[in-house]
């Protein structure tokens, strides 16, 4: 309530200085008003407009899932005063996008613990607007590192403050998309991508282009960035069995990378009951950072108008997240939400293989569970989080590492024809396991071959 009223004093002078009258005057009256209805606030609408003042009624909440449920729940009565059912389904897929997110830190790390609102504007509501939102405020920020097999291009940064906003709905929305504003969501690029992309510069004299920068990395590679400690790396060893134009491609889409800053997401009904997730990225921070920018969303939308179809099989979680991005400019249809907020969703195990990079890869379990015909019998996230310190330095955190059942090879004859990734034994022999008290432990293995393992 006190800040509040401070952000309540900000906006009065200013629209008191702009109507010509005393900002002091306005303070105390901003001020009266609040001390009269403490429950509801005067304050600009959640849109940003400094012209009008609004009902805002907010509720503040200890725990995450809470206030991801009271997010829902307004959600849905909004939606259904402006579109009826047809707009369910795109708020169901936003919710349980935002709840993978955010509840995944939450579910993996032992804690729900947050400092969480919730903002809902009264009606009646203007196009376009900012009606319901949920801020999330972390004791720190938390990085999460994505599945060395998803061949993914980012790591995933939550900041410390986070900002997710339903605006008002269209009535028609299979027309027009539904909207989540987001604030705190990025997509940072490899930390060693900058580097390398530099050295490559400096080693060709400046010059940028595939082929060379290709051969430059194919002879550095091994001395520079052994296995052991290069992540980008591990992730170029995890494409050798692609086609070389295919591998070629890969090494030029991470060579581009850039911290990608989400600034909406957008839902779209498909006419088929599945839901289609576009974004908007916030602009760019350099004139370098806009140059690799333009020139990877060049090349992301060549890989998308030639690669998709095979994408979809070897690398669904980068060509969908390449497809969120730049999907509707080739005019495809956007990301499988799905696919989304499956590639956004904490791992539940994970630890490394037992030869070759795979062994200095903590996520190469990170994986769906299958049985030994290759039948999907559990799912899970691609995602292991840190905690980020104030300094910026990503926290190893104290957990279980999954252990490896011991049988069959991944490239024994019967490995490749159940599952043309890895023998699916070698995907878990226990599960990770939270007390109340967040103490972590491993379900034994006996207990999921029970289950069909």
């Known amino acids: 309530l006190r800040q509040a009223c401070r952000l309540e004093c900000v906006q009065l002078v200013h629209i008191a200085i702009m109507r010509g009258r005393s900002g002091t005057e306005g303070c105390f009256s901003g001020l009266l008003r609040l001390r009269r209805r403490p429950d509801v606030l005067r304050v600009r609408s959640l849109s940003g407009s400094l012209t009008e003042d609004r009902n805002v009624r907010r509720q503040s909440f200890s725990d995450l899932f809470q206030a991801l449920s009271d997010f829902r729940r307004r959600g849905v009565e909004v939606v259904s005063k402006r579109s009826g059912e047809d707009g369910q389904v795109q ?8 709840e ?10 032992g804690s729900s613990a947050a400092d969480c609102e919730i903002s809902e504007v009264d009606g009646p509501w203007k196009s376009n607007e900012e009606v319901v939102r949920i801020t999330v405020r972390f004791p720190q920020a938390f990085v999460g590192e ?29 027309k027009e998309p539904l909207i989540i504003t987001v604030s705190g969501l990025v997509f940072m690029a490899l930390p060693e991508m900058a580097g390398l992309r530099q050295r490559i510069k400096d080693g060709l004299g400046g010059r940028l282009d595939q082929e060379s920068a290709l051969a430059w990395w194919q002879q550095h590679k091994d001395q ?15 494409c050798r069995f692609l086609m070389r134009q295919h591998r070629v491609d890969f090494f030029w889409s991470f060579l581009l990378g850039t911290d990608c800053a989400i600034q909406s ?3 779209h ?3 088929k009951g599945s839901v289609r997730l576009s974004a908007e990225k916030a602009a760019p921070t350099s004139v370098e950072v806009a140059e690799l920018e333009a020139m990877s969303a060049a090349h992301g939308r060549r890989m998308l108008a030639h690669n998709r179809q095979s994408a979809e099989k070897y690398a669904a979680s980068s060509i969908n997240f390449g497809a969120m991005l730049y999907g509707l400019d080739v005019k495809q249809a956007p990301a499988n939400a799905e696919k989304v907020t499956k590639l956004l969703t904490a791992a539940k195990w994970w630890g490394p293989g037992e030869d070759g990079w795979k062994r200095y890869d903590k996520t190469w379990q990170c994986t769906d569970r299958k049985n ?15 905690r980020q310190s104030n300094d910026g330095i990503v926290q190893e955190e104290e957990l279980a590492p999954v252990a490896v059942l011991p049988g069959r090879s991944p490239t024994s004859w019967l490995g490749r024809l159940c599952c043309r990734r890895r023998a699916p034994v070698l995907l878990a022999a226990g599960e990770v396991q939270r007390s109340e008290n967040g103490v972590v432990g491993l379900r034994p293995a006996a207990a999921l071959l029970a289950e069909g393992f």
């Open 91 to 98: 708020l169901k897929a936003a919710c349980d996008l935002l």
């Open 100 to 109: 993978a997110l955010l509840g995944g830190v939450a579910t993996q790390l």
């Open 146 to 174: 994505v599945a060395t097999l998803s061949k993914f291009y980012y790591d995933v940064k939550l900041q410390q403050e986070m900002h997710f906003a339903l605006r008002l709905p269209p009535y028609e929305v299979k």
């Open 224 to 238: 520079e960035y052994p296995l052991k400690s290069s992540k980008f790396h591990r992730i170029y060893e995890s």
């Open 265 to 267: 997401l957008q839902f």
């Open 269 to 271: 009904a498909d006419g």
């Open 372 to 386: 030994a015909f290759g039948k999907t019998v559990a799912e899970q996230g691609r995602i292991i989080w840190r």
